[in-house]
């Protein structure tokens, strides 16, 4: 038997009826001993273990600055790299993302370092 290529197999796909296909899929089920079923079990079963774990990344968010507003400032920039007076804007500017699409880990760690410093700190 001649082997075909992805675009006559897909060629042939497109000429056959609904119930063609229904026999198909069963008919390639049966042979490999398989089910089409199961990739949408299996994404299901993965959705409701992320939305249990919570969010994969999040934003850290400088909500107050409190009243020690250098020391806010010195930790924005150790956290972020910036300089001093882009760190100072950013911190003047809130609320205001200091970190985005990070860890929850990670986003616990700066926020600790934060609150610490003395700001008021939201993780979205």
Same mark, same amino acid.
């Given at each position: 038997?001649?082997?075909? %290529? ?16 229904? $026999?198909?899929?069963? &008919? ?7 089910? &089409?079923?199961?990739? !949408?079990? *299996?994404?299901?079963? @993965?959705?409701?273990?992320?939305? =249990? ?6 934003? *850290? #968010?400088? !909500?107050? *600055? ?10 924005? =920039? ?7 007076? $882009? @760190?100072?804007?950013?911190? $003047?500017? %809130? +609320? @205001? ?6 860890? +929850?880990?990670?986003?616990?760690? #700066?926020?600790? =370092?934060?609150?610490?410093?003395? @700001? ?5």
């Amino acid at each position: 038997m001649a082997k075909l %290529t992805h675009e006559e197999i897909i060629a042939s796909l497109k000429e056959m009826t609904i119930l063609e296909l229904n $026999d198909l899929v069963k &008919a390639i089920e049966e042979e490999f001993g398989v089910t &089409a079923a199961a990739p !949408t079990v *299996v994404a299901a079963a @993965a959705t409701e273990e992320v939305a =249990q774990e919570g969010p994969a990344e999040v934003s *850290v #968010i400088v !909500t107050n *600055v409190g009243t020690s507003k250098v020391k806010v400032i010195k930790a924005v =920039q150790a956290i972020t790299g910036l300089g001093l007076m $882009d @760190a100072k804007k950013l911190v $003047d500017a %809130t +609320p @205001a993302k200091i970190k985005e699409n990070i860890s +929850p880990s990670e986003a616990e760690s #700066i926020k600790a =370092q934060l609150v610490e410093a003395g @700001a008021e700190v939201e993780v979205k």
